[in-house]
Each structure stands twice: as C-alpha cells, then as structure tokens.
Nanobody
Framework: QVQLVESGGGLVQAGGSLRLSCAASGRTFISYLMGWFRQAPGKEREFVAAIRWSTGSTYYADSVKGRFTISRDNAKNTVYLQMNSLKPEDTAVYYC?????????????????WGQGTQVTVSS
C-alpha cells in the first residue's frame, strides 16, 4: 500500500510563506503525476498544482500561479509545495496525491493515493 505523509502545514499571516512536503513510500510505488489539492470549509476539493516525475513538468491552478511552486526529489519520492504571498483565501486543508494517469489531470477522482491532509491557515 502506497502511503503519502505530509508535513509543513500551520498558521501564517497574509503575505507569508510555507513549504509543504509529501513523502511517498511503497515497495512498488510508481506515479506519473504527484499533485496537491485543497479543500476549504463548504467547498469542494480543488486542484492546486501537479508535477510529472519523469520530466519535471509542472501544472498550476490559475489561483496560485506565480505564488506557489511545486517541485520533487525523485530519489526521496518526495514532492514539495512552496507557497509564497499567502492570502486568507488560501486557507484550507491541503492534500498530496499520486496518479498513474500518463497525462496531466486536475480531477481528484483520477488520483489513486492520498495523504491525510494538513491544515494551512492564513490570517489577515
């Protein structure tokens, strides 16, 4: 069973930064994509960013472009989300996820493994 372990969430003031980490473990773990999603109270889970392991190609939601950066360390099977210029509307539970889909997809249902979620709260 593939397990994703997240860390780095917390409370930060608007304009501040956080870096989320997600370490993947599993004997036969293979993933075309690693992604980050978030879910705020009363809202559906939404795509934030994704990265293709083999090429390093990245994909971002319009709401975070220019502020968030996704990266990976393939040797560690770890993906990172650097979040800068945080806004109160970024407040949500953030989840990392892995997908076997060979193409980029933003749809949560197409991701097979999920982390436990980590709370990010941005205060005004």
């Amino acid at each position: 069973q593939v397990q994703l372990v997240e860390s780095g969430g917390g409370l930060v003031q608007a304009g501040g930064s956080l870096r989320l980490s997600c370490a993947a473990s599993g004997r036969t773990f293979i993933s075309y994509l690693m992604g980050w999603f978030r879910q705020a109270p009363g809202k559906e889970r939404e795509f934030v960013a994704a990265i293709r392991w083999s090429t390093g190609s990245t994909y971002y939601a319009d709401s975070v472009k220019g502020r968030f950066t996704i990266s990976r360390d393939n040797a560690k099977n770890t993906v990172y989300l650097q979040m800068n210029s945080l806004k109160p509307e970024d407040t949500a539970v953030y989840y990392c996820a892995a997908s076997k889909e060979p193409r980029f997809i933003p749809t949560p249902s197409r991701y097979d493994a999920w982390g436990q979620g980590t709370q990010v709260t941005v205060s005004s």
